[in-house]
């Protein structure tokens, strides 16, 4: 496609973002999204042209599924990409110098699982789960609490995976403390029940993450930047929030912030849901307000029913986006991630630049069984 796009939506989306070293040419951003298309945790051939198809197809930025941190209790999945070893490593520098050369910019998604893995599983079957408190998020004891060795060496893992990132060539990392996995159960009162250092209050259970952050921000230049993807839902706790105001937002975002976090992702359900009474702000208008970091929004964008309808086999309709370009234009948020819309069509973001919502592919449930 070579004719320039205009319209409203190339006027709110078309615009580049740059943080630190990272330009992204425009504001859609290729959501995180488990495929499990990497036997032994090696991203192949077939990995990289999936993530080069969205750049091609317009996409700015492009993030990749969570990748497993070099933790024994990191993964519960022997075909979940691996950010770690030599053979992995070389797999996703084929994504990054596929995907520069379609003209994205990429950063992966650092990812420890934490009590939510599953016991026996690979990749490492005789790795215990852990966690904060050794419970499960239903509260049921699983797994072990974390000891202080533990947590250093998690701290560890995620600056050892944000080193290999920069020296791999990508554009930044992205931390996953979201959904209930090990970040964020740590942050979370549900699942975080310690009395020492790393429990208690809001502020202190954001000591663990602040401490990866501050450990990655060590391990990389001052070019390279770091995202932080938060949510307020977890896996089996859809109405769980880590924040039931704006002021204990402003609690949980200062120390991360401090850190060294760059950017935002938060994550939501449907993105045009307000957060808090008194206002039309949804979470990632809320972070960049009290915060003042860059935000990405995420939820549902360009599809008329949320992610959890796929799991069920449910396909979901195309819709517009006004909602969206109206807070794109008052700059409630920086970015948009697109998670399933791409799933279903590499060229969403070049047909939504350009007008074309009626040319954009629906998405079926049955799509998530290939890796097109």
Same mark, same amino acid.
């Given at each position: 496609?070579?004719?320039?796009?205009?319209?409203?939506?190339?006027?709110?989306?078309?615009?580049?973002?740059?943080?630190?070293?990272?330009?992204?040419?425009?504001?859609?951003?290729?959501?995180?999204?488990?495929?499990?298309?990497?036997?032994?945790?090696?991203?192949?051939?077939?990995?990289?042209?999936?993530?080069?198809?969205?750049?091609?197809?317009?996409?700015?930025?492009?993030?990749?599924?969570?990748?497993?941190?070099?933790?024994?209790?990191?993964?519960?999945?022997?075909?979940?990409?691996?950010?770690?070893?030599?053979?992995?490593?070389?797999?996703?520098?084929?994504?990054?110098?596929?995907? +520069? %050369? =379609?003209? #994205?910019?990429? $950063?992966? @998604?650092?990812?420890?699982? *934490?009590?939510? /893995?599953?016991?026996? &599983?690979?990749?490492?079957?005789?790795?215990?789960?852990?966690?904060?408190?050794?419970?499960?998020?239903?509260?049921?004891?699983?797994?072990?609490?974390?000891?202080?060795?533990?947590?250093?060496?998690?701290?560890?893992?995620?600056?050892?995976?944000?080193?290999?990132?920069?020296?791999?060539?990508?554009?930044?990392?992205?931390? +996953? %403390? =979201?959904? #209930?996995?090990? $970040?964020? @159960?740590?942050?979370?009162? *549900?699942?975080? /029940?310690?009395?020492? &250092?790393?429990?208690?209050?809001?502020?202190?259970?954001?000591?663990?993450?602040?401490?990866?952050?501050?450990?990655?921000?060590?391990?990389?230049?001052?070019?390279?930047?770091?995202?932080?993807?938060?949510?307020?839902?977890?896996?089996?706790?859809?109405?769980?929030?880590?924040?039931?105001?704006?002021?204990?937002?402003?609690?949980?975002?200062?120390?991360?912030?401090?850190?060294?976090?760059?950017?935002?992702?938060?994550?939501? /359900?449907?993105?045009?849901?307000?957060?808090?009474?008194?206002?039309?702000?949804?979470?990632?208008?809320?972070?960049?307000?009290?915060?003042?970091?860059?935000?990405?929004?995420?939820?549902?964008?360009?599809?008329?029913?949320?992610?959890?309808?796929?799991?069920?086999?449910?396909?979901?309709?195309?819709?517009?986006?006004?909602?969206?370009?109206?807070?794109?234009?008052?700059?409630?948020?920086?970015?948009?991630?697109?998670?399933?819309?791409?799933?279903?069509?590499?060229?969403?973001?070049?047909?939504?630049?350009?007008?074309?919502?009626?040319?954009?592919?629906?998405?079926?449930?049955?799509?998530?069984?290939?890796?097109?």
């Amino acid at each position: 496609m070579t004719d320039l796009p205009t319209g409203r939506p190339a006027a709110a989306l078309s615009r580049p973002f740059s943080v630190r070293g990272l330009t992204s040419r425009n504001r859609i951003a290729m959501a995180p999204m488990t495929r499990q298309f990497s036997p032994g945790g090696v991203p192949g051939r077939d990995v990289a042209d999936y993530y080069t198809r969205r750049a091609a197809g317009g996409v700015g930025l492009i993030i990749t599924e969570g990748t497993y941190v070099g933790h024994d209790s990191a993964g519960t999945s022997d075909r979940v990409p691996r950010f770690h070893g030599e053979d992995a490593l070389a797999g996703w520098a084929d994504v990054v110098e596929s995907v +520069h %050369g =379609a003209g #994205g910019a990429v $950063i992966p @998604q650092l990812w420890h699982v *934490g009590v939510t /893995r599953a016991e026996g &599983a690979p990749p490492v079957a005789d790795a215990e789960p852990v966690g904060p408190s050794g419970v499960s998020l239903t509260g049921e004891p699983k797994g072990r609490a974390m000891t202080q060795k533990d947590l250093d060496d998690v701290v560890a893992a995620f600056a050892d995976a944000a080193g290999a990132a920069e020296r791999l060539g990508f554009d930044g990392v992205e931390l +996953h %403390g =979201a959904h #209930g996995y090990l $970040i964020d @159960q740590f942050l979370w009162s *549900g699942s975080n /029940r310690r009395t020492d &250092a790393y429990g208690g209050d809001l502020v202190a259970r954001t000591r663990f993450a602040a401490e990866i952050v501050a450990a990655c921000r060590a391990a990389v230049s001052d070019t390279f930047p770091l995202f932080f993807r938060m949510s307020q839902w977890k896996i089996d706790a859809y109405e769980a929030r880590l924040a039931e105001t704006p002021a204990e937002l402003d609690a949980l975002l200062t120390p991360l912030a401090e850190a060294g976090v760059d950017v935002f992702h938060a994550s939501t /359900r449907r993105y045009w849901l307000p957060e808090f009474e008194g206002s039309d702000l949804n979470l990632a208008g809320w972070v960049k307000k009290i915060s003042g970091s860059p935000t990405l929004t995420v939820g549902s964008v360009g599809l008329d029913g949320d992610f959890f309808g796929a799991f069920a086999g449910n396909g979901s309709a195309v819709t517009g986006i006004d909602r969206l370009l109206e807070r794109m234009e008052r700059d409630e948020f920086d970015l948009v991630a697109v998670g399933r819309a791409l799933i279903a069509d590499p060229e969403w973001a070049a047909k939504t630049l350009r007008g074309r919502g009626e040319d954009i592919t629906p998405f079926g449930a049955e799509m998530l069984t290939t890796l097109h």
